[in-house]
């Protein structure tokens, strides 16, 4: 009996599981290259990241067995206008928990086999984040009906990917031997940077005229709002990350210019990532207001939380500022209330089975403003 229960409540797992793991390992990886130090924080590190990789691993199977024991229920699942976005988020976990080994796990694994484990995560990643950087939206022209009103920050994860390729795989130039391959290695890594944030310009974009033209939905859907955050906060990591080991692939002038772009880059990006701070925390707290019910949508609290404490990060990194310091470790405070709140409820609703129902139907969300009074 309890195989088949188990067999039924994991009947309708999604990819959107991944984003636990995305939400984990980023406070892995953010608190090992925190600016601000302090004690303890490398031992919990490890741990976070040790739970992340565990995680990891856990869903691979899971969600590639429902894959085999359901298939028509996991089609159905590249077929919903909404959750077929998050197929984007199993790329992102495992370049995620591969760069955590790099940073954190070298000490828990050893080195040699960290960096393998790295390797196999960014390049697995890396594959299947360019195949959904181009099938979804693909889906999305050519099959999913899509209404003037459904923009919205699941858009953004399926095209993600390539822009964590980018940062992560600046880890990875320092592993590499010198020559060709490295720079093309280098230069790869900068197209899947323009790839990732040209597409996510033209969405952010297109999230904005939704909201400005017809509002929020006023469901779970909102705290998607804060995957904004991604695309902004990982391209300032990547233009950091790529600058500083530049030098490791291209010539030394042409490597200051790649460092220089890290701050010229970053600092315009980083005031945007303000704003829509922002403006996300102020549309979260009003719905929560009216009665945002929990989903595994609020793990979008996390990773693009996590993506603008490593890029402040890479700013204090650069510039030397005490400010970016402080203000990395105030968004990295901010970062573990919201995964601790989140991994809670996620838990909670984990054990009563709730979060294991099918997504919604792939009808429309409709957006609404508040009356005029």
Not at 107 to 128: F, M, Q, Y
Not at 172 to 194: C, D, K
Not at 329 to 347: D, E, F, I, K, N
């Amino acid at each position: 009996m309890a195989t088949t229960h188990s067999h039924e409540v994991l009947g309708n797992i999604g990819p959107n599981w991944f984003a636990s793991v995305m939400g984990t390992g980023i406070v892995a990886t953010a608190g090992a290259t925190l600016p601000i130090q302090f004690r303890g924080l490398q031992a919990f590190t490890q741990i976070v990241w040790v739970v992340a990789a565990v995680l990891l691993a856990v869903l691979l199977v899971v969600v590639g067995g429902h894959w085999v024991r359901h298939p028509t229920t996991a089609r159905s699942h590249a077929r919903n206008p909404q959750m077929a976005h998050f197929y984007g988020a199993a790329p992102m976990a495992m370049m995620t928990v591969g760069s955590g080994a790099l940073l954190v796990g070298q000490s828990v694994v050893g080195s040699r086999l960290a960096v393998d484990l790295a390797w196999v995560l960014w390049t697995a990643g890396t594959i299947s984040g360019l195949f959904t950087a181009v099938s979804i939206p693909y889906l999305m022209f050519t099959q999913h009906h899509v209404e003037p009103d459904a923009a919205f920050g699941g858009w953004l994860m399926p095209i993600v990917p390539p822009m964590v390729s980018a940062a992560t795989g600046a880890l990875l130039l320092s592993h590499m031997a010198p020559g060709t391959g490295r720079t093309t290695m280098f230069y790869g890594l900068y197209a899947m940077f323009g790839l990732s944030l040209v597409a996510a310009l033209i969405i952010i974009s297109m999230i904005w005229s939704r909201l400005a033209l017809y509002g929020t939905s006023g469901t779970a859907r909102v705290p998607t709002l804060w995957i904004v955050l991604g695309p902004l906060g990982q391209s300032i990591t990547a233009a950091g990350l790529l600058g500083l080991n530049a030098h490791l692939a291209v010539a030394p002038a042409l490597a200051e210019n790649f460092n220089a772009l890290a701050v010229l880059f970053g600092v315009p990006v980083w005031g945007f990532a303000v704003l829509w701070i922002a403006l996300a925390a102020s549309l979260t707290v009003r719905t929560l207001r009216r009665g945002m019910p929990f989903a595994l949508t609020w793990w979008s609290l996390t990773f693009p939380v996590g993506t603008f404490v490593t890029g402040t990060t890479q700013l204090a990194v650069h510039t030397s500022l005490p400010a970016f310091k402080v203000a990395a470790a105030l968004a990295y405070a901010g970062l573990l209330c919201t995964w601790l709140l989140v991994a809670v409820r996620t838990m909670r609703g984990s054990l009563r089975g709730n979060l294991f129902a099918p997504p919604p139907n792939a009808g429309p969300v409709r957006a609404s403003k508040d009356p005029i009074t």
